[in-house]
């Protein structure tokens, strides 16, 4: 099956530092790729979404120089918390679309980031 | 944005019962919709896709599908305590992005 993985699985940060954290599909190439954030006992939040060769779309409310974008290659894309503070702790997901499949996105394993 | 809504629960049946879970959208216009599995502190896991009205199944899982009543269930059969965790109902949109509905925990007793 479709395997998406997510490096680091956990990071905890001083205030202020910036966290980069990838994402990459391990057997199949995803030309987009999207970013969620989920905060304790609720429900996924798309932040935005990563295509392969251009700009991120970021979804209203999401500060793009907060959260830098870079898909370089259609297996890998980054997500750079810049300047973190303590109310970015969360659990980041990632997902890439398969659409040499059936079209659907299968989750990385997430990312939790504690910001002290 | 389109609204996908679930109960949140806790949906509560016993071990080898049916647990039925379902989740209605906003967007008449919506064409795909998947059903996700999520354990605590864990990321989501598909479990299925549906995309034509009626009746899909995969194993012990069957999505169901009505778009004229904007309406999707997932029926688990012969529910193990294993299958106890969140699950997330999520609707196609434009470019691709999913929308979540916010999950219902399902606890299966044995």
């Known amino acids: 099956g479709a395997v998406v993985s997510q490096h680091p ?17 391990l057997d199949f190439q995803a030309t987009t790729m999207f970013w969620y954030r989920q905060f304790p006992k609720q429900s996924l939040m798309l932040m935005a979404t990563s295509n392969e060769g251009s700009k991120a779309t970021y979804e209203q409310g999401v500060e793009k120089d907060k959260f830098l974008i870079n898909h370089a290659s259609l297996t890998l894309s980054t ?3 810049t300047s973190a503070h303590p109310e970015d702790s969360s659990f980041y997901i990632c997902s890439a679309r398969d659409v040499g499949g059936t079209d659907t ?8 980031l504690t910001v002290l | 944005q389109k609204e996908v809504e679930q109960n949140s629960g806790p949906l509560s049946v016993p071990e080898g019962a049916i647990a039925s879970l379902n989740c209605t959208y906003s967007d008449r216009g919506s064409q795909s919709f998947f059903w996700y599995r999520q ?37 688990i059969r012969d529910s193990q305590p294993s299958d106890s965790a969140t699950y997330l109902c999520a609707v196609m949109e434009y470019g691709n992005k999913l929308v979540f509905g916010a999950g219902t925990i399902l ?4």
């Open chain 1, 9 to 25: 699985s956990r990071v905890i940060c001083k205030s202020g530092t910036s966290v980069k954290i990838e994402c990459r599909s």
């Open chain 1, 79 to 81: 997500l750079t918390v």
């Open chain 1, 105 to 112: 996105q299968y989750f990385g394993p997430g990312t939790r």
């Open chain 2, 39 to 75: 354990y605590s502190g864990k990321s989501p896991e598909l479990i299925m896709f549906i995309y034509s009205n009626g009746d899909k199944e995969d194993g012990r899982f069957t999505a169901q599908l009505n778009k004229a009543s904007q309406y999707v269930s997932l029926l």
């Open chain 2, 107 to 110: 606890r299966v007793k044995s």
